[in-house]
């Protein structure tokens, strides 16, 4: 049932709302540089055709058929590819936050819990940073606040509200990866709280035609998928598969790098003080909701999605990484949200005012955690070294795009951003190991050229440096940006090196 809420009580949120969306267009008005993995999947957005998009991407990229088409869209607006691939992320992020703020007033009564949920999703710097990602996990969590919201919509008109639920399940197994695991947690849950004689025909229907989606998605999408080898082997090295052995050191592991993953998307630079708090607020939540959960329709709707895709994970099916559970960011905030209620609500009630004036300081607090991180935020910023190559490099100076730069150089070459005023050369290695070929890639070039490198990725700066300051071979210049490095060196005829 729809919580009554006044204007008064509507405004705090819709400040936090208003100052979500200014940072998000600061975000992308900033126009960070698009770093390897966006990269990847960008290239394969604006040189594939539509039709092409619905095979097997190239460089081991995954994504939904439909994010896919609608990115493709985006594509042929009249705008630089960086902003209008980014346009559909960040109406995902609006749209997400939209959404959210009705589920808040259905699921949450207590005002101060309400403005607290809403903060801990509009003002998660990693929610405020996937805005801007040219990736589908935005598109998953907006997937999923719609899919919560439909659910909990009256069944005044039973045909009208299954039908719906029908149509948006259909697409979204076809939009969003995890939407089959929100899904099933609805699902789930209809059976939980239903009157099967009256419902009973539909919810059987209903999850009828999902299943039969996602059976056709799997079959076509899915089912011998080329990459299946390549992101096991990858997410296995990202220990994002938990381990069914609860007593082992990986299991220890795994659970202490998401403990971290989940508090530093609010503090990332001191995630002690998340890392202190929101287990807090998550138990209490938790609480809250076991302890009512024979009158509250949101219990299994609200648990049921994490161990869902903990157990996947453990069975290798889908990974269990900070950008995967995206999604999840939603649910989490709305468990916080019912925990700060649960706490507020069993403490003595003249405790009560002052300890509810309290969470007002919640959006400060988050703030900080995005100063901290740095805003606007950055990650590998080629585009500014690229930038400085155009204004600075000469007729005939060769440029060398190393290994964990070749995509974005890729990318901006395709885009027109990068001109390049002599020859060219783009590193072909792809293992991180093989830092002694780049070395021989590197000595083979000639006459004065500017080197591209990506800090802490592929690349091991120093050691290029180093062996090339100890061959005497001159630098004449270089550029530093976030994570993204540029030299020119004079190799001058290319030989005795």
Known sequence: MLVSVNTNQKLPVRLVLLLAVVLSLVQFFYCRSLWLDEAMLALNILEKSPSELMSPLSDNQVAPPLF????????????HEDYSLRLLPLFSFWTALYIFQKLSRTMIPTPSARFAAFCLISLSSVFLYYSNEIKQYMTDAAVSCLLL?????PKQVASRYYTTLIVAGWIAIFLSNAAIII???MGITMLWNSRWKSYGNWIMLTGGVWLTAFLIYYSFFIKGHPSKAFMLNYWGNQDAFLPLNLLSEEFIQFAGLQFSNIAGMYMAKLPWISGTLLPILIVAGVLHLVKSHLQSPFFLLLLLPLPVHLLIS??????????LYLYLIPVLALVMGLGWEYIVTQLPSWKYPELEKVIFLLPIFLLTGIYLKGFPMKRQEHKENLAFYN???????GLFISAGSR???KYYLSTQFLQVNGPLTISKMKKKNELDSRMNEILCLEGQTWLLFTD???DSVKYYTHTLDSLQIPCLESHKAV???????????????
């Open 314 to 323: 453990a069975l290798k099916l889908y990974p269990f990484d900070a950008r």
């Open 456 to 458: 802490n990725y592929f």
């Open 483 to 497: 994570n993204s490095s540029l030299f020119l060196y004079d190799f001058g005829n290319g030989q005795d090196k």
């Open 68 to 79: 896919l088409l609608l990115e493709k869209a985006f594509s042929y607006l009249p705008c």
């Open 149 to 153: 919201y439909l659910y909990l919509q």
């Open 407 to 409: 995509y974005p150089g």
């Open 391 to 397: 204004l600075h490099s000469k007729k005939g100076q």
């Open 183 to 185: 899904l099933f947690s």
